[in-house]
């Protein structure tokens, strides 16, 4: 889909043209302490918020280009100081509030900022690095299978990304959401926050800025949300939720739900549809693209095709060779993405292995870093587990190769589950033998990212 005419230039202006012709509307809904305490704040409001938050920057001696650590789980003040950054030309460079003091200070210390915002109020650090006056912004990636890297985003990728997200998924002011991914990481940042806000839409925040199974559904009411989009950890949990408390009372109608971040199995995927009579989009997304890359179609748009992430939006995309050759459609290879959303210029090798199908569907299959070598063969671990969740007993799992063996971590669905022996049987009638497991180890939880994706770093660490 063809990016639609810009109508925002970047952070400083996300609220412009909404405060100007819909003041009074909602922009935010506030939750306090409990979860009846909900609070609407109007566009009007959030943009005096944001002008004050500059204005308390500027006197605390922040200047246009310095780098603004911004530590806050999803609430008001974030996005009041995430907004007043931008309209100060300041940097702002969102953090997990869940880091320990040691892993702040070193991403302090990486992003060379000026000072920090937290819950105490703004820090000053001093001896920062100064940015262009195009720095919007500056993200952490997951780091699911490695260290995190800083990305620097402008404004024109900022602005690129809000409108064609807003464009994809037809989003007006008469759409409404729920905040569940932390907005310190692209996807609650870009998908649920900022084009919500660029289209006049109206954002929940939960209470204490943090997603909760148990109050989502009274959440999805309260906002009378038209969608919402999490990672499938996040699905996961929904519907274990869904199924321990029976009857949770109807969602309001919801036009779509989306799912990004990871796959999310066909089982899943039905499950979701039935539970929120809503077709269920997966998309595809990284921090170095501004977020997302991909996404199935709204139904009236293009057919779903389940088991992909979709068509390009607003980028170009090709799948490449070990030779640097485009595959033909339905042949593997690295997945290469360009365009405006795109940091830095040229192609960007995101390291995805996947293929394009005659339709311009993409399907992933894998990272090329986590690839098992064995017999002579590649294995892809995703694909494993994948053949993995389809067992009965098995509610997920995670795949690493360790000490010339491969292993399987896999989480039951329940107290009375399958034995890693049958387990390894269900596997042996869907594997070829090469990529059969050695070993099956039970574990009560995986260890994920603060995105919710799989935390492969943490797995090979913690069972290898």
């Not at 810009?6 to 100007?20: E, I, K, N, P, S």
């Not at 709204?298 to 980028?315: D, Y």
Request: hydrophobic share 45%.
């Amino acid at each position: 889909m063809a990016t639609s005419a810009l109508t925002v230039t970047g952070l400083a202006d996300l609220l412009d043209r909404q405060t100007r012709v819909r003041p009074h509307a909602p922009a935010l809904v506030v939750t306090g302490r409990s979860a009846e305490e909900r609070t609407p704040l109007s566009y009007e409001a959030l943009g005096a918020l944001a002008d004050r938050e500059a204005e308390r920057f500027a006197a605390a001696g922040l200047r246009p280009g310095d780098v603004l650590g911004l530590v806050a789980g999803n609430t008001v003040d974030f996005v009041a100081a995430l907004l007043g950054a931008a309209r100060a030309g300041v940097v702002a460079a969102p953090l997990d509030p869940a880091l320990s003091d040691a892993e702040l200070r070193l991403r302090v210390r990486a992003l060379g900022a000026e000072a920090v915002f937290d819950a105490d109020g703004i820090t000053g650090v001093g001896g920062g690095r100064r940015r262009g006056a195009e720095d919007a912004l500056v993200l952490f990636t997951a780091g699911a299978t490695g260290r995190a890297r800083m990305v620097s985003l402008t404004h024109a990728n900022v602005a690129a990304s809000v409108n064609t997200f807003c464009a994809t998924y037809a989003l007006g002011p008469e759409d409404a959401t729920v905040a569940v991914m932390p907005f310190f990481h692209g996807h609650g940042l870009f998908a649920s926050l900022l084009s919500t806000l660029a289209s006049g839409g109206c954002v929940l925040l939960p209470a204490g800025g943090r997603f909760s199974a148990e109050t989502f559904w009274a959440d999805l009411r309260a906002a009378g949300a038209s969608w919402f989009t999490a990672a499938p950890s996040i699905h996961e949990a929904l519907l274990d939720r869904s199924s321990e408390t029976g009857d949770l009372g109807a969602p309001p109608p919801l036009r779509f739900v989306r799912s990004c971040g990871a796959p999310l199995n066909a089982a899943s995927q039905r499950a979701l549809e039935r539970m929120f009579g809503a077709p269920l989009l997966s998309a595809y997304g990284m921090t170095e693209a501004s977020h997302q890359i991909a996404s199935e179609p709204l139904p009236e748009r293009g057919p779903l095709k389940h088991g992909t992430v979709g068509r390009a939006t607003g980028v170009r995309l090709r799948v490449v060779d070990q030779d640097g050759r485009v595959c033909p459609a339905g042949v593997r290879g690295e997945v290469w993405v360009s365009g405006p959303t795109v940091a830095g210029e040229g192609w960007l090798r995101t390291g995805d292995l996947g293929s394009l199908d005659e339709d311009g569907y993409l399907s992933l299959t894998g990272r090329i870093e986590s690839l098992i070598v064995r017999g002579g063969r590649k294995i892809s671990p995703e694909y494993v587990e994948d053949v993995l969740a389809g067992c009965p007993a098995v509610a997920e799992a995670a795949v690493f190769a360790v000490a010339g063996r491969v292993d399987a971590v896999v989480v039951l669905r329940g107290e009375e589950g399958g034995s890693p022996s049958e387990i390894l049987r269900y596997c042996r009638g869907r594997l070829a033998a090469v990529a059969v497991p050695d070993r099956v180890v039970l574990v009560a939880a995986l260890p994920r990212t603060a995105q919710g994706g799989l935390d492969r770093l943490a797995v090979r660490e913690r069972y290898g």
